[in-house]
């Protein structure tokens, strides 16, 4: 036995062996995303997609995404600005979209996904400046998902928020 199978979830990048036709969150949008853009995004370079399953199947039972992203000064709080240099951009990773299949939520899978794509940020962060991690949330209650994990809003949008690079390394993941 490998100590691949001894896991009960596997998340990696989406590959062709995984099989998503069926996967369905709840919202259509994820559920398209996952089924036609994933593939095209990563082929491209724009952003790359984490699938999970479980060492008995490759049926997805979550994904999350990750890319790049330039964060404006004026689009964080007054109070992490101050802390940080006047430059026009800073850098920070966007973890743009995260869903769970409906027949497995509210089983940990999501807190599972969230924790990984936080683990990914912080191995990123050693090697290239990230200043902040960004979600992006459909609605307000995936606003109340991320604001569960301690994420905070940023000012001028409802649907985005943020958690420094700082305290991630705080929670000591790794
Ligand atoms: C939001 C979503 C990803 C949560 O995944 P999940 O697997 O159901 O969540 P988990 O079982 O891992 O929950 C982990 C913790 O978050 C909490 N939680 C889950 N959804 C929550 C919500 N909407 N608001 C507040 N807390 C929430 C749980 O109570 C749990 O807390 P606990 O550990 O203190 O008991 C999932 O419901 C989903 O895919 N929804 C549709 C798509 C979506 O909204 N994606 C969000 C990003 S756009």
Redesign the pocket.
Known sequence: MTAENNKKYIIGPLEKKHDKTEFN???DV?NQYLKIQASQDVKKNVAVTYALSTPASEKIL?YYTLSSIGIFPGELPDELVRRLPRYPALPGILLG????DSS?????????LLVDGLKRSLQVSNQIGIVAIIV????N??V??Y??FGFLKLPENTHRLFLPISTIKKLELL
């Open positions: 969150c709840g919202v994820l979550g979209r995260l869903a769970v497995c939520q509210g089983t940990g899978i999501g807190q599972y992006d949330a459909k609605d209650k995936a109340k998902f604001e569960h």
